[in-house]
């Protein structure tokens, strides 16, 4: 092999190790979060709706606060209004995005499952996972809960495959039962 065919192929090699970086550099995993864990790991579980989306660039990192009126509680107590901390989202011109993390839109309402104390930033447990998003069928009234998990590949380690997978469609009714009685049966 003559000298410009390896330095070639050290430069393939190289381009090659750099994109494999990067796309490691990028990549998250979500391990599976089972319905009664969200539920035991959530200091807090209720129905909210955005009033505000904030992005600000901190150590060099584009992080996400989104402002939540609390609309009824279901775990744990919550002042009105709250702030759920993410990574990501778009400041100025740059744009950082986090795969599994939730974004929200000012006026949506949705559960979430939180994490942290009042008077702090609150947390979604299980990102996507933690995620409820409420649809209301103008026609009938009926409302369905479906959970952003449902379209997110998500690491099931009993089965060591990614798969997509949560409640769709579910009907409010339903929905709440489920969470009421897991809240409760956590009590015991």
């Keep these: 092999m003559s000298y410009a065919q390896r330095r070639r192929f050290l430069w393939v090699l190289r381009l090659i190790g750099m994109a494999l970086i990067a ?62 901390r993410m990574p990501g989202g778009t400041f100025q011109h740059l744009n950082s995005h986090v795969d599994g993390v939730p974004e929200f839109r000012p006026g949506e309402e949705v559960y979430v ?47 060591n495959k990614f798969t997509k997978s949560g409640m769709k469609n579910l009907r409010m009714d339903r929905f709440l039962e489920k969470l009421n009685t897991e809240i409760h049966r956590q009590s015991l």
């Design 23 to 84: 796309a490691v550099a990028h990549a998250t995993t979500l391990a599976r979060l089972q319905f009664y864990q969200l539920v035991a790991h959530s200091s807090a579980i209720a129905r909210v709706r955005c009033l505000r989306v904030d992005t600000r660039m901190e150590n060099g990192e584009i992080w996400t606060d989104t402002v939540f009126e609390v609309l009824q509680h279901d775990k744990g107590f919550l002042p009105s209004p709250i702030i759920v």
């Design 113 to 159: 499952f939180l994490l942290g104390q009042p008077g702090r930033q609150f947390h979604i447990v299980g990102w996507s996972q933690g995620t409820f998003r409420i649809r209301k069928d103008f026609h009938t009234g009926l409302e369905t809960v479906t959970q952003d998990s449902a379209g997110v590949p998500v690491f099931d380690p009993q089965t």
